[in-house]
């Protein structure tokens, strides 16, 4: 098992992608601390993961708020005697931070900006030297692919920002030990994607969304000692979308001009 005894914090681990980081970590050996603002979804993931013989802890915050951040850290530190991993999972979009009419450009941003790049700065900050004190240890930012595309306004630009974020902490944590990768995910199936009126085949290569436990394998593999030697690095995981140029493909489709090998369908 990839993280035996290794003490995680999941930030968000109360829903989707979290709540998938936080099984796939458990199957791996790890105790497990995870938080989200809703005690209700805290409390039913808390009972998945002990039913699975884990050692769980659920703390409710709001991480864009630094005590409530540096309060998550004490807490994991006092329950588990340390920490070894953090997966900074928690973050918002549009659906999860709705923009109101009648909000301003600053308050545009900040909803995202408090979800986002300020709750993964927040525990960095205080979970360094909780990571230190154990002779090194892994960070992983969940970022999104809508960094890299303009048409998610704010949420890409807070997401470009964690992408930052994660080569800053590489460079701070190397010389303790502490490697810092990203992971950015594509679309995957959690409730924020539900029912989203998204063609399944423009989702990725494969003609589907990807699910939690994908973007956990790919996260628990910088997390652990098995990519000892990658740092600052942030790995797309999106079933190919962003190589792919989707409106040229019915035009390419007709011609074929796009096939290496004929012979293939
Ligand atoms: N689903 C996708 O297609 C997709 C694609 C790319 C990137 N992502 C990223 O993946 C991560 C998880 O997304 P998801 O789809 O699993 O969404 P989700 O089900 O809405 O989960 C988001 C989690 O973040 C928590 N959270 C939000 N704002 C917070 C804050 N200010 N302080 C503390 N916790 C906060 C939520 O807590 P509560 O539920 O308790 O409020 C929840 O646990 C996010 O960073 C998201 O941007 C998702």
Do not use: C
């Not at 098995?226 to 797309?236: D, M």
């Amino acid at each position: 098992m990839k993280l035996h005894q290794k003490i995680i914090l999941v930030t968000g681990g109360n829903s989707g992608i979290g709540r998938g980081i936080a099984l796939r970590a458990a199957a791996e050996g790890a105790r497990v601390a995870i938080t989200g603002r809703d005690p209700d979804k805290g409390q039913r993931v808390t009972a998945e993961l002990e039913a699975l013989g884990t050692p769980t802890l659920f703390i409710a915050a709001d991480l864009g708020h630094e005590a409530e951040a540096a309060g998550v850290i004490t807490e994991v530190i006092k329950h588990f005697g340390g920490l070894d991993i953090v997966i900074n999972n928690a973050g918002a979009g549009t659906r999860r931070a709705p923009v109101e009419a009648a909000d301003g450009p600053a308050a545009r941003l900040h909803k995202l900006m408090h979800a986002n790049l300020h709750a993964a700065y927040h525990v960095s900050a205080f979970a360094l030297p909780a990571l230190k004190a154990r002779g090194g240890g892994s960070i992983v930012n969940i970022s999104s692919t809508a960094a890299m595309h303009g048409t998610w306004g704010n949420y890409g630009i807070t997401k470009a920002a964690v992408e930052a974020l994660t080569r800053s902490l590489a460079v701070q944590g190397a010389p303790f030990g502490i490697r810092a990768n990203g992971i950015s995910p594509g679309w995957i199936e959690t409730d924020v994607t539900q029912g989203h009126p998204t063609v399944d085949r423009a989702a990725s290569l494969f003609s589907r969304m990807g699910t939690p436990d994908e973007i956990a394998r790919a996260a628990l593999f910088l997390a652990s000692d098995e990519a000892s030697f990658v740092t600052g690095q942030t790995l797309i995981v999106d079933g190919g979308m962003t190589i792919t140029d989707y409106p040229s493909q019915p035009w390419l489709d007709a011609v074929g001009a796009w096939k290496l090998f004929p012979d293939l369908p």
